[in-house]
């Protein structure tokens, strides 16, 4: 029974059959079959983590648009105002150049109805007065001219006169000479003929004679220093009237200029508040043109933010709220400061919009249902909100997606995901334990949208 002699045979089967805790004892097959599936299950769940799984950016945002133009605006008022009709509705589409509001006027500077006439009046006379001043300054100019014309002609004149003077002085002059010489010779004739009177050569008659015609000679003298004095005397005169002729003219020249610099001054004033004038009618004008608020681009008008009819508002404040009826439509996600190295220009996206229930696999993105693709458009290089960056997706146009819906309203949520490398599961698995960011290989630099592309096409 114990087995202890080596002839000893005993029949298992019958002992294991008839008795109760050997067959306890034995592993029962649903046990086994377990066991085989978890074996299994092991395996496979082991070869998984060597599958490739695809990095990816997790983040949410909201539908905007692409250009600053087709994003929802305010219209405002260039001017105070109260507010006199409304010509539209919320939900109504308008044309650009529509008129939305019509205000009135409400300073009272302004409310002289006839304003743009009186102001045009103003500048009118401003030009005629202007017109006139230059006129004047065209006369003082003329007259300058004139009087400078004038003051040479007298100086010429004045100098021929001088000339003459002169010739006269060297002609008396020349006559005193000569009156001298005879009397010289006068006196030599007397003294001659007094010598032959006394030797009784000649009569007393000749001697008198002789004497006579001294005293007459010296009598013209007198005469020719009279003549010559009166001469440089008229010489002076006219060096003098040379003098006062000339002050005087450039006197009355002086003044004239004086006269026209003057008048150019007024001119030049004039000309300052004509400017002034003309810049205030051209406000008022487009001012006039404020009263309507026209439509800036096609759209619908999304809320009103005045209501009622005369209410006042203030310069620069909102009216109304409007979108173009056709945005071309961009998704804003955010991303964390840590993440932003990794992104470049031409990552794919995968886009899930509120409204529209997707089965999203973010490390198998052919295998999402419901979800549309997008690539990355731009990136900012400052920070947006709650410390994230904010990049800009737009349509994939060289994908096979679906387009995005039609239907989609700017401002709705939406939940993305930046697509980078393809890495094993199990490092993936490793990463997210761990918090580390995702690692880009082919986006080092910038030319890393051509080898993502490249890599894409090639799965």
């Known amino acids: 029974m114990l087995r202890l002699s080596p002839n000893s045979k005993i029949d298992d089967t019958v002992y294991k059959q008839k008795m109760n805790t050997l067959k306890t004892l034995q592993t029962p097959n649903s046990v086994r079959g377990i066991s085989r599936w978890l074996l299994g299950i092991c395996i496979i769940v082991f070869i998984t983590l060597f599958l490739p799984w695809q990095q990816n950016i997790r983040t949410d945002g909201e539908l905007t648009a692409l250009s600053p133009a087709s994003r929802p605006q305010t219209v405002e008022t260039a001017i105070a105002g109260r507010i006199m009709e409304w010509r539209v509705r919320e939900g109504q589409v308008v044309n650009k150049g529509d008129t939305l509001v019509r205000i009135a006027e409400i300073k009272d500077k302004y409310f002289d109805p006839n304003l743009l006439d009186r102001l045009g009046e103003q500048v009118n006379a401003k030009e005629q007065t202007i017109e006139s001043k230059r006129a004047k300054a065209s006369a003082l100019t003329q007259q300058i001219a004139a009087l400078q014309n004038g003051l040479e002609l007298k100086l ?11 010739l006269k002085v060297v002609s008396d002059s020349n006559d005193l000479v000569a009156v001298r010489e005879a009397i010289r010779v006068a006196e030599r004739q007397v003294g001659m003929y007094q010598n032959l009177f006394d030797s009784g050569l000649v009569a007393l008659t000749k001697l008198e004679t002789a004497r006579i015609k001294v005293q007459n000679t010296r009598a013209k003298i007198v005469s020719a220093q009279n003549k010559l004095d009166a001469a440089r005397n008229d010489l002076n005169i006219e060096k003098l009237n040379l003098n006062t002729a000339r002050a005087e003219a450039l006197d009355k020249i002086s003044k004239a200029q004086a006269d026209r610099s003057a008048t150019l001054a007024e001119v030049f004033e004039s000309e300052g508040d004509l400017a002034k004038t003309r810049n205030e009618l051209a406000n008022m004008t487009i ?10 681009q096609d759209g619908y008008v999304v809320k009103a933010l005045k209501n009622g009819i005369g209410e006042t508002v203030k310069e620069q404040e909102a009216l109304l709220k409007i979108i173009t009826t056709s945005p071309d439509k961009a998704v804003a ?44 458009s731009v990136i900012d290089q400052v920070v947006s909100k709650d410390g994230k960056y904010r990049i800009l997706i737009t349509p994939d146009a060289q994908g096979d997606d679906d387009k995005w819906p039609e239907e989609l309203r700017l401002g709705s949520g939406v939940y993305g995901w930046v ?4 890495v094993p599961i199990y490092f993936e698995l490793w990463r997210q334990l761990n918090g580390f960011p995702p690692t880009v290989t082919a986006y080092s630099s910038g030319e890393g949208s051509a080898d993502y592309k490249k890599s894409d096409s090639k799965k």
Request: glycine share 8%; hydrophobic share 40%; no cysteine.
């Open 287 to 296: 001012r006039n043109q404020q009263y309507i608020i026209v439509a800036p």
């Open 419 to 422: 697509m980078l490398d393809d």
């Open 333 to 376: 996600l955010y991303v964390k400061a840590m993440d932003v190295p990794l992104l470049s220009l031409g990552r794919h996206v995968r886009l899930q919009f509120d409204g529209w229930p997707a089965i999203q696999f973010s490390g198998w993105p052919s295998v999402s249902v419901g979800t549309f693709g997008g690539k990355v």
């Open 156 to 166: 010429e004149q004045t100098e021929n006169k001088i000339i003459q003077k002169q």
